[in-house]
């Protein structure tokens, strides 16, 4: 079975905090991806990739960047914490073009 | 530019009564079309993919069936455990993914 894992479960951060929020798959896929979810507005990419030190963006990456030095591991970095930035973040991975095998979420709260 | 609407927003059912989720999108040529069972505060879990018109998959309580320009996933005889937020998701040829906002289903005993 595939394995998604992410670092935090729950994160409460300050404004201006700079936050990392890492993924860890262990099936060996080439793409991961970074979502956030909001109630109402369902799954927004934020930065996908499909190699190591590859990166896309996807529908809404301001205010986000994120890292890939090894190919089972993809982070999330968001430079300086702003409460819009409040939700359940959710990392994907996939092989090629398949369906993509999500995380357990990380809800962050930042104050 | 690719759509997904899911719907009913949220649907509660009797235990054992049948029902079914739509999925309806607009894409510039699928790829292909996911369900997702999404559970309160825990990521989305994959159930199905269906590749064209015409494909059905089977899960136990659950069958998905795809058209040309919707998708629906049956619930036969449901229990409360199948309670969740089901998501769909539609893959274009160009890889992009396009997620629906969900359909929340309770199932009451």
């Known amino acids: 079975d595939v394995k998604v894992t992410q670092s935090s479960r729950y994160l409460v951060k300050r404004t201006g905090e700079k936050v990392f929020l890492e993924c860890v798959q262990d099936?060996?896929?080439?793409?991961m991806f970074w979502y956030r979810q909001d109630p109402g507005l369902g799954l927004r990419l934020i930065y996908f990739?499909?190699?190591?030190?590859?990166?896309e963006k996807g529908d809404i990456p301001e205010g986000y960047s994120v890292s890939r030095e090894k190919k089972e591991r993809f982070s999330l970095i968001l430079e300086s914490a702003s409460t819009n930035q409040t939700s359940m973040y959710l990392c994907a991975s996939s092989l090629l073009i398949n369906e993509q095998f999500f995380g357990p979420g990380t809800r962050l709260t930042v104050l | 530019e690719d759509q997904v609407t899911q719907s009913p927003e949220a649907l509660r059912l009797q235990e054992g009564e049948s029902s079914s989720l739509n999925c309806s999108y607009t894409v510039s040529g699928l790829r292909g079309l996911f369900w997702y069972r999404q559970d309160p505060g825990k990521g989305p879990e994959f159930l199905f993919t269906l590749y064209s018109a015409g494909e059905e998959k089977e899960k136990e309580r659950l069958k998905a069936t795809l058209t040309k320009k919707e998708s629906f996933l049956h619930i036969t005889a449901p229990k409360p455990e199948d309670s969740a937020t089901y998501l769909c998701a539609v893959q274009a040829l160009n890889n992009d993914m396009r997620f629906g906002a969900g359909t929340r289903l309770t199932v009451k005993p």
């Open positions: 990739s499909y190699d190591v030190k590859m990166k």
């Open positions: 099936m060996d896929h080439e793409n």
